[in-house]
Structures are given as C-alpha cells and as structure tokens.
C-alpha cells in the first residue's frame, strides 16, 4: 500500500503552460515537503510545508498544505523547459517511530517541451 | 556551508561480493538517514541513525547495515549483494531534533550497479 499517492505519474507540456501535481493521503503527516531530482544526482529540497493550510509559493512555484495535512499540491506557472525533472513529494507520518523516515510518493515525471 | 557528500559515485560489483558506501553529512547536522532508489519501487527507507545509534530501520534483510562515527558520518554495508541490490543508494543529514521543520537534504547517491 502506497502511503503517499503522488499524481499524474507522466505530465508532457509546451512550454509557457500550467500544471499542478497532486500529492495525497489518508494518514496525517507532522510535515511535508517536495523535492526536484535531476537524472543521476540526489533529490534537491524545494519546499518544507508544516502547518495546515499553509501556502508557499517560490516564484512560479505555489505549493499547499492540505487543512487536515493529509494532501499536498505543486502548481507551476508558465512551466519552462528548465522545470523538466523528477517531482518528488515525501513527508514523515505523525505520531509511531517515524525518526529520519521519509515516506516518499511515486514521484511525477514532468517534461516541458521549448 | 558544504552539502551532503556521499562516496563513490559510482560502483560495479558482481554477485556475492560486499560494498560499503560512505555519506559525510552537512556540517552540524547529526542525523543521516539512507535510501534506495530504483525505477520499480521509487525511494524506500533504509534506516536512520543518529548520535551513532540506530534509531529507525525499514523493511530491508539484514544484509543491510549501517553504522555512524563520532564525527556524524555514516557508512552502509550490503553483503552478499543480488542482481536486484543494483540502485541509487540516497543519503540525507538533517539536525534529527524531531522538529516539524526539521528537513533532510540529500546527497548526490552512490549508483550500485551489481552484474
């Protein structure tokens, strides 16, 4: 069972295009975040989302904590094709033994075509 | 300040052999947790140490371990390694305060490649 179900999987686009990936759950996470990995290297931090309705945004990137922080979203603005990566979003369940656990979603692969 | 620096980058074992990653966290932070990666299962917990102990392990056999010096960094041993133990082995430091705002950031990976 995935714990944290990341969506869409594959997102294709021209470039000057919106998209928004959509990250959920049923379980409530103590903080989220979303990372961006490039083929070959580690997954870099974009974000850190700790508070319930909380939203973020970094330049054109808006990220939103769910009210109940069960979901998680990424909108990017006027994509460009230096947005194309791996989108990555991972949290840490509250409450149990979760120390230095990520629980990460299946990360969305996106593509922004000049 | 330096990022997370994990050595080699790259590694091509066979089958049977043994391999031991090494991970220098960010300067300060204390706890180093580690990761799998591969297409099919995405990233996966490994386990997590701090101040030399293990606090928090994932679903791996026992083939894999790991240990932390005084010095934060951390090592990951793999024995007797399988075709399937071919990924991209993460490493991520992080203060370990168990803080909501406590974030881990990653190194480049080890890529394992077991033929």
């Known amino acids: 069972t995935q714990l944290l179900e990341q969506s869409p999987q594959f997102l294709s686009i021209q470039e000057g295009e919106n998209l928004t990936v959509y990250c959920n759950s049923s379980?409530?996470?103590?903080?989220l975040q979303w990372y961006r990995q490039e083929p070959g290297e580690g997954p870099v931090l974009l974000v850190t989302?700790?508070?319930?309705?909380e939203v973020k945004k970094l330049k054109r990137l808006t990220f939103q904590f769910g009210d109940a922080r069960k979901d998680s979203s990424l909108h990017i603005t006027a994509a460009q094709p230096g947005d194309t990566g791996l989108y990555l979003c991972?949290?840490?369940?509250?409450?149990?033994?979760?120390?230095?656990?990520?629980?990460f979603g299946q990360g969305t692969i996106l593509t922004v075509h000049p | 300040k330096a990022g997370v620096t994990q050595t080699p980058r790259y590694l091509i074992k066979t089958r049977g052999q043994q391999v031991t990653l090494s991970c220098s966290p960010i300067?300060?932070?204390?706890?180093v947790s580690w990761y799998q990666q591969t297409p099919g299962q995405g990233l996966q917990f490994l386990f997590e140490?701090?101040?030399?102990?293990?606090?928090n392990k994932g679903n791996f056999p026992g083939r894999f371990s790991g240990r932390q010096f005084s010095n934060s960094r951390s090592e990951m041993n793999v024995s007797t390694l399988e075709l399937g133990d071919s990924a991209l082995y993460l490493c991520?430091?992080?203060?370990?305060?168990?803080?909501?705002?406590?974030?881990?950031?990653f190194g480049p990976g080890t890529r394992l490649t077991v033929l």
């Open positions: 991520a430091s992080s203060l370990g305060q168990q803080r909501r705002t406590d974030t881990q950031y």
């Open positions: 379980s409530v996470f103590s903080s």
């Open positions: 989302v700790v508070t319930g309705g």
């Open positions: 991972a949290g840490e369940i509250l409450g149990g033994t979760s120390y230095g656990k990520l629980t």
């Open positions: 300067s300060g932070h204390r706890s």
């Open positions: 140490y701090f101040s030399e102990t293990q606090r």
